[in-house]
């Protein structure tokens, strides 16, 4: 099973890279953890926000792999504690696809990709750089494997 997180924008700082790619190695083989990068829509005069998320939705949906199961990332979704959200997974787990991790560009994610979500996440009430929240969500799912590992990393 992969787990794939696919983030809008590209050119993250070192410390971005090198801890998302941390979290990412420290993963079992049989849950790989893995960024596909998306091209952010072109800022420019003229394209409303909604035009910008939609091209950059495409970009998203090309990158999805077959079948997965799509978990978006958003200010607006369901919060959950680190155990409800290891009991979350266990579930998703046992439905066997490949796990999408969505996280949007400047301007968010198109509604229709929402609704589309069979999942839709916050990672915290603060507003959170991109880059971090790659960084956070990593840790998040590196945790989560622990927890059912029963690996020390994790403690109550």
């Known amino acids: 099973m992969k787990l794939v997180v696919i983030a809008v924008g590209g050119g993250q700082p070192r410390w971005v890279e090198e801890g998302f790619a941390e979290y990412a190695r420290r993963m079992p083989p049989n849950l ?13 005069s003229g394209k409303t926000p909604e035009q910008l998320m939609g091209a950059e939705a495409e970009r998203i949906r090309a990158a999805l792999p077959k079948q997965a ?6 200010e607006r979704g369901r919060d959950a504690t680190t ?6 997974f266990v579930r998703w ?7 999408a991790f ?3 560009g400047p301007d968010g994610l198109d509604p229709r990709l929402k609704h589309d979500a069979d999942w839709t996440l916050r990672l915290s009430s603060l507003t959170l750089p991109h880059g ?25």
């Open 32 to 44: 790989r953890l893995e960024l596909r990068e998306v091209r952010a829509e072109p800022r420019v």
């Open 102 to 104: 969505v996280i949007g």
């Open 83 to 88: 155990n409800e959200l290891a009991e979350l």
């Open 132 to 156: 971090l929240a790659r960084v956070l969500l990593a840790e998040c799912l590196y945790r989560v494997v622990s927890i059912h590992q029963r690996h020390p990393y994790h403690r109550e």
């Open 69 to 74: 199961m799509l978990v978006v990332l958003d």
């Open 93 to 99: 787990q046992t439905d066997g696809r490949d796990m």
